[in-house]
């Protein structure tokens, strides 16, 4: 061998390796004279790390697979819970298919001025194509912007809730669709839990294969509460604005759009102030 500083130069059949500060250098193919004459070609050389440098990358990418184990157990727990818990418990959205709205007892005098009305809920049912414009494009506009692009779900949205519930806590943020809210006005409660939601969104998947999207809207429009015993917006008009839902204005067509994400706080009736910052 030849030594020059810390580097190590040594001979062999093939060539000569060079040894430098503990990082070996792979063998230079190329004569064994010419090599010793000319010194060692650094941009033929290649480094390959010892095995004590490679130690930390070891238990690095050991560390990276049990991570990923984990999440894939997670998952496959949550997907089998899902499938044997969730699943199987969906209601029937026979509700919704063959919708019958309840329509309260009316009483007219004989030039059919309504002088009574009798029943839990009062509601006008009114179908999609007879409810303005203004109306609905109000009530997308606050309540689900993108329900004529989703299957059911906006994942946008529920990544957005995602966010807000880890950093709020659960129940700080939703992401419920009109499709949603129609499977939770029919069949569910309103209880903040994760079954509930998860039943939610099964009920939903389920509701836009069985309903066109006019459909499902106006479900909606005449079966959400909207306070004073009123549900549908047409049976809202008549309770706080004495209206048909083609004679309000544009600030009467905001506030009742306002109304379904807590009618007895946005209630005009109640706290008109509370309803104009809605």
């Known amino acids: 061998p030849w ?3 810390r580097q190590a130069f040594l001979s062999g059949p093939e ?6 500060a503990g990082v070996e250098r792979k063998r230079i193919i190329m004569p064994r004279r010419a090599c010793l004459l000319c010194g060692p070609q650094q ?11 490679l130690r930390p990358l070891r238990a690095q990418g050991g560390f990276i697979f049990f991570i990923l184990a984990a999440i894939v157990l997670v998952v496959a727990c949550v997907a089998v819970w ?3 818990a969730i699943v199987p418990n969906v209601p029937s959205i026979g509700a919704v298919t063959d919708y019958k709205p309840k329509i309260p007892l009316r009483i007219y005098t004989a030039d059919n001025v309504l002088i009574g009305e009798f029943g839990e809920e009062h509601r006008d049912f009114m179908p999609i194509e007879q409810i303005p ?5 109000a009530v997308l506009a606050i309540e689900d912007a993108r329900f004529y692009e989703h299957k059911g779900i906006d994942w946008m949205g529920a990544a957005r809730a995602v966010k807000s519930n880890v950093t709020g806590g659960f129940g700080s943020g939703g992401a419920s669709t009109i499709t949603m809210q129609v499977a939770r006005n029919f069949f569910l409660s309103k209880e903040k839990v994760l079954s509930r939601k998860l039943n ?3 009920l939903a998947y389920k509701i836009e294969d069985a309903l066109t999207k006019d459909q499902i809207l106006e479900l909606y429009m005449n ?5 004073q015993r009123s549900y549908g917006f047409a049976s809202a008009a008549r309770s706080y604005f004495s209206k048909k839902l083609d004679q309000l204005s544009i600030a009467e067509t905001a506030m009742l759009a306002g109304l379904p994400q807590n009618p007895s706080r946005h209630n005009p009736a109640v706290n008109p102030k509370r309803a104009k910052l809605r």
């Open 3 to 5: 030594f020059w500083g």
């Open 15 to 20: 060539g000569v390796t060079m040894a430098y």
């Open 43 to 53: 941009e033929n050389t290649v480094l390959t790390k010892s095995p004590k440098a």
């Open 82 to 84: 899902f499938l044997f």
């Open 133 to 137: 414009p203004m109306m609905k494009n």
């Open 200 to 202: 939610e969104v099964v």
């Open 223 to 227: 079966q959400i509460f909207l306070g």
